[in-house]
């Protein structure tokens, strides 16, 4: 099978020409003026013969790598990854070298699968509470078979291809998600660049704030640390502006290099990042840990870690993609890849795997184009971590800090709620809930809100209901038009009270304008009907349905003879010498109806 047909997708130029839909007639005057021809629109395929490329296709087969970007953004990368893998380890309860070892499983086994092109996957802070409270109540031994099992089952979910229902989220909730982890990742590394520890959880780190910088003035090695950070997050921001050779070295690169040397300087005690053995950190779980999985509490959190994992993994690629113009996620390889992450990081007893925003935030902001730079950082993580760890030695924390500092702020990205606001109101309302609900409890939390309010905003929206009433004479009218659901209920009942509190022994309603009528509008409708009719008022109902055609002299045998229940004669239909250029017209099957011409009521012709 061809490439192009592989997907069952068919460049513009290879389409076969639909046949028109009824032969053009016989001229009868002067040549009417061809239409001047429409340019298809560009395809893939088309894209890639005139050398250009789609911002959602894989580069062209011929495109050059450029390779020292690559290795740039995947040291970038390996810098913003290496504190948080220690940082999700300390919080979910476990020794830091395991977070290590998830990292350099996220970079090597996830990062080299085909899925997902700049996302970066390690150990998440989105799941540190669920993973501290399952090692509190089954251990560390039991952690490697439950995410091993959750592992399985997101290739099981890849395979029957159930990743691309995490596509279906709103622009409004991506936004709010990346300013829902953003905020607090620079509430939490403002207490580390300090050389402090965090209080606990984001609205703790917000309250400390203070505090923490009291306790920093009065200690001059936490201000000396304090520096380094602050100057690290100066250079992020202003690297930009250095000259062109000089800026292509990552400002974070930079900042590490100053941070060293500071540090080892005498009389400066800053802490630095200290990394134990790999290898002996490595629990392989055995026949007792799998025994456990006959425990229904185990199966749930394997459960439990499957779903969580998933939806946090496919989330991100949602905002990733919107980070970018190159290649889109494939949804359901990336979800197969986080399963043999997981199940990777399950057989070696480390932490969970998923995507996570800030390493691929930063991998998008380094200049990243290709799975290469992700790939890169996993290798640097255990090459350093393993063969190098005296190197990391000589980093101060609050230089790292500094790095996820300046990351944070990207992710969080204030100028988009103004923005949000001038455009719709209602999206920025969504937007501010699932922020404000990250922040105040977690990630999917703030996210399935987040979901459930944009739901909410669009059923609002869809049961956009007009109803009108007027009275004539004798008659009662109300007119409804749009989509009447549940949502409107009130709206319906008020109208057909003041309809029946008219005193006129006419009721008529009009619902032909109703494009959908639910259950309990319908229901509502039918028992008023009844209801008045039984008081001896006169009712006429105009429910909405399809058009029928209205009757048609025969000229030959007269609307007089045509016996009843024939069905009706068809009018014959001449095509006109031209067409019109926007689209074709009419074809011979059309049928023709005739419509009442007596006008609206003027307030709702207004609408």
């Given amino acids: 099978m061809s490439g192009l047909h592989a997907r069952g997708r068919v460049p513009a130029h290879a ?112 799941l540190a509470a669920l993973v501290a409270e399952t090692v509190l109540e089954y251990g560390v031994a039991m952690l490697g078979v439950i995410v091993l099992g959750s592992g399985i089952l997101q290739i099981v979910l890849g395979l029957v291809r159930l990743g691309r229902i ?62 380094l950070g602050i100057v690290t997050v100066a250079l992020s921001f202003v690297w930009k502006m250095a000259p062109g050779p000089v800026k292509k070295v990552p400002a974070a690169l930079v900042a590490v290099a100053i941070g060293i040397g500071i540090a080892s300087l005498p009389g400066v005690d800053v802490k630095t ?147 949000m606001w001038h455009q719709d109101r209602g999206e920025f309302a969504v937007m501010t809930l699932t922020t404000l609900v990250i922040v105040a409890t977690a990630l999917l939390e703030g996210v399935l809100f987040g979901l459930a309010a944009g739901i909410v905003l669009a059923a609002l929206r869809m049961s956009q209901t007009v109803i009108k009433q007027h009275l004539e004479e004798d008659t009662a009218k109300v007119v409804m038009a749009g989509n009447a659901t549940f949502l409107r209920l009130p709206q319906l009942i008020e109208a057909l009270e003041s309809a029946a509190e008219a005193g006129k022994p006419r009721i008529r309603l009009d619902l032909t304008g109703v494009t959908h009528l639910d259950h309990a509008c319908r229901s509502q409708v039918e028992e008023f009907v009844a209801q008045q009719r039984g008081f001896g008022l006169r009712v006429e109902l105009l429910m909405p349905g399809p058009a029928k055609p209205a009757p048609v002299a025969d000229p030959a045998v007269g609307e007089q003879a045509r016996p009843t229940g024939t069905a009706l004669p068809k009018r014959p239909y001449a095509p006109p010498a031209t067409f019109p250029t926007q689209g074709p017209g009419p074809g011979p099957t059309a049928e023709w109806f005739y419509l009442d011409t007596q006008p609206m009521p003027e307030e709702y012709a207004s609408r």
């Fill in 273 to 419: 990042l200290q990394v134990g053995n790999l290898l002996a950190s490595v629990n392989v779980p055995g026949a007792k840990e799998f025994a456990g999985l006959a425990d229904v509490g185990i199966i749930t959190a394997i459960l439990t870690f499957t779903v969580i994992a998933s939806a946090e993994s496919l989330f991100t690629a949602a905002a990733v993609d919107r980070m970018h113009s190159g290649p889109r996620t494939r949804y359901n390889p990336e979800l197969i890849a986080q399963g043999a992450g997981n199940t990777v990081a399950g057989l070696l007893g480390a932490l969970p795997v998923t995507a996570v925003v800030a390493r691929s935030s930063a991998n998008v902001q380094a200049g990243a184009k290709t799975r290469l730079s992700r790939t890169l950082h996993g290798l640097w993580l255990l090459a350093f971590a393993l063969l190098l760890p005296q190197v990391l030695a000589l980093i101060p924390i609050s230089v790292l800090a500094g790095v996820l500092v300046h990351s944070g702020w990207k992710l969080f990205a204030p100028a988009e709620f103004p923005k």
């Fill in 166 to 227: 995490f596509q279906a989220i709103s622009l409004a909730v991506v936004q709010g998600m990346l300013a829902g982890i953003g905020l607090p990742l620079i509430f939490s590394q403002l207490y580390p660049m300090s050389d402090s520890k965090a209080p606990g959880t984001p609205v703790e780190n917000m309250a400390g704030i203070p505090g923490l910088i009291g306790d920093t003035l009065a200690n001059p090695d936490a201000l000396i640390a304090a520096g």
């Fill in 15 to 126: 389409r076969t020409p639909a046949p028109a839909p009824f032969p053009p007639p016989a001229p009868t005057g002067p040549p009417a003026p061809t239409a001047p021809p429409v340019a298809a629109p560009t395809t893939s395929a088309t894209a890639a013969q005139l050398g250009t490329e789609t911002p959602d296709r894989r580069p062209a087969p011929g495109k050059k790598i450029d390779l020292a970007t690559e290795i740039t953004a995947s040291l970038v990368v390996f810098l913003v990854a290496l504190p948080l893998c220690i940082g999700v380890a300390v919080a979910s309860g476990v020794p830091a070298e395991l977070g290590i070892i998830s990292g350099v499983i996220g970079g090597l086994v996830v990062g080299a699968a085909r899925g997902s092109t700049l996302q970066v996957s390690g150990p998440a802070a989105g």
